[in-house]
C-alpha cells in the first residue's frame, strides 16, 4: 500500500506507443506475406519451366 498522502501514477507509455506499433507490425506482415506469395509463385514457374524443357520419354512398343 502507498503511504497517505502518495499518489500512484499509471504509466500509459505502451497505451501511447499502440497506435505507433499496429500499423509498423500491419506493414511488416503484408510485405512478408507478398515476399512468401512471391517466392511460391517463382518456384513454380521455375518447375513449369524445367518441365517444359525436359525430353519426352519415348514411348516404346513391343512391334518393332
Do not use: C, N
Amino acid at each position: 500500500m502507498t503511504p497517505a498522502g502518495d499518489q500512484l501514477l499509471a504509466h500509459h507509455a505502451l497505451l501511447l506507443a499502440i497506435p505507433a506499433v499496429v500499423p509498423a507490425v500491419v506493414v511488416v506482415a503484408v510485405v512478408l506475406y507478398i515476399a512468401r506469395k512471391d517466392r511460391m509463385d517463382e518456384r513454380s514457374e521455375r518447375e513449369l519451366i524445367e518441365r517444359a524443357f525436359e525430353p519426352e520419354p519415348t514411348e516404346r512398343g513391343g512391334d518393332e
